[in-house]
Antibody, heavy 121, light 111 residues
Framework: QVQLQESGPGLVKPSQTLSLTCTVSGGSITSGSYYWSWIRQPAGEGLEWIGRRYTRGSTDYNPSLKSRVTISVDTSKNQFSLKLSSVTAADTAVYYC?????????????WGQGTLVTVSS | QSVLTQPPSVSGAPGQRVTISCTGSSSNIGANYDVHWYQQLPGTAPKLLIFGNNNRPSGVPDRFSGSKSGTSASLAITGLQAEDEANYYCHSYDTSLSVWVFGGGTKLTVL
């Protein structure tokens, strides 16, 4: 059974860079037609897709965040990471990592439990 | 404002049937992109409920079903149970915006 777990600071200062890591267990991050994705959810609001990375290199980002986002993969650790620069209070949200299965219909079939990141001085 | 429009809330009594709509456009659902549905119980991560418009992952009861027609999709829940009380989100791709999009979410209340 594939499991994903987010980790990283819960508090980030404005203008700094938010950094989160997602550790994948129960399967190799390099196998299959999977995109490793980040989604966020401000308190009381809906889901927003941030971006995704295919293990073999390609990345796609939400155009509204593209200038500030980097998603990378560390195959040696079976992890992938999110960096979001120049954060403001508007970036305060629960951040989820997820696997997008494009060997199927590109559904998000496994999710992490989520981690709350607060942007505040 | 999401490009996939869902009703903010729906409700039903135990045992009843409810449907949740997801209305898109010719650049997403109408462009033949698949629709997926997720259930988010209070305080938890979303869980895949329906994929590829009308397929259930293993373990999802057959009380849940999905359909798609034209520029819209629907999630139907029959035999409503108290444990179904949650937020439900539709999900697809928008080719004009080049972004994976979610509906705004629908809160299901079991009366």
């Amino acid at each position: 059974q594939v499991q994903l777990q987010e980790s990283g600071p819960g508090l980030v200062k404005p203008s700094q860079t938010l950094s989160l890591t997602c550790t994948v267990s129960g399967g190799s991050i390099t196998s299959g037609s999977y995109y490793w994705s980040w989604i966020r959810q401000p308190a009381g609001e809906g889901l927003e897709w941030i971006g995704r990375r295919y293990t073999r290199g390609s990345t796609d980002y939400n155009p509204s965040l593209k200038s500030r986002v980097t998603i990378s993969v560390d195959t040696s650790k079976n992890q992938f990471s999110l960096k979001l620069s120049s954060v403001t209070a508007a970036d305060t949200a629960v951040y989820y990592c997820a696997r997008q299965n494009c060997g199927g219909d590109c559904q998000l079939d496994y999710w992490g439990q989520g981690t709350l990141v607060t942007v505040s001085s | 404002q999401s490009v996939l429009t869902q009703p903010p809330s729906v409700s039903g009594a135990p045992g009843q049937r409810v449907t949740i709509s997801c209305t898109g456009s010719s650049s997403n659902i109408g462009a033949n992109y698949d629709v997926h549905w997720y259930q988010q119980l209070p305080g938890t991560a979303p869980k895949l409920l329906i994929f590829g418009n009308n397929n259930r992952p293993s373990g999802v009861p057959d009380r849940f079903s999905g359909s798609k027609s034209g520029t819209s999709a629907s999630l139907a829940i029959t035999g409503l149970q108290a444990e179904d009380e949650a937020n439900y989100y539709c999900h697809s791709y928008d080719t004009s915006l080049s972004v994976w999009v979610f509906g705004g979410g629908t809160k299901l209340t079991v009366l």
